[in-house]
């Protein structure tokens, strides 16, 4: 194993340990279009299903680091509760 996935395996269990107390499981489904740059990701069935926004943010905060370790700009908007869709 060489030291990228030694790290990448490391911030693994850091991260199950982090969400230890959160979140004992769920499923995340991802849609991906790979020629077209784009992808799309569902997050459900988290127990406990309150846990819901703060595991979305969670990844929209992962998402952010991983733009920045490519050199990517991120920007992101979240919808408010309440928020039309259409708006």
Avoid at 47 to 52: E, I, K, N, V, W
Avoid at 66 to 73: D, E, I, P, S, T
């Amino acid at each position: 194993m060489n030291n990228f996935e030694e790290q990448t395996k490391q911030m693994v269990e850091q991260g199950k340990q982090a969400a230890a107390g959160l979140i004992s499981g769920g499923e995340m489904v991802v849609d991906a279009d790979p020629e077209k740059g784009f992808f799309r990701v569902r997050i459900r069935n988290v127990q406990p299903p309150q846990a819901l926004p703060q595991v979305t943010m969670g990844f929209c905060w992962v998402l952010q680091n991983g733009a920045a370790m490519f050199n990517l700009q991120f920007k992101q908007h979240i919808r408010k509760p309440g928020e039309d869709r259409n708006e």
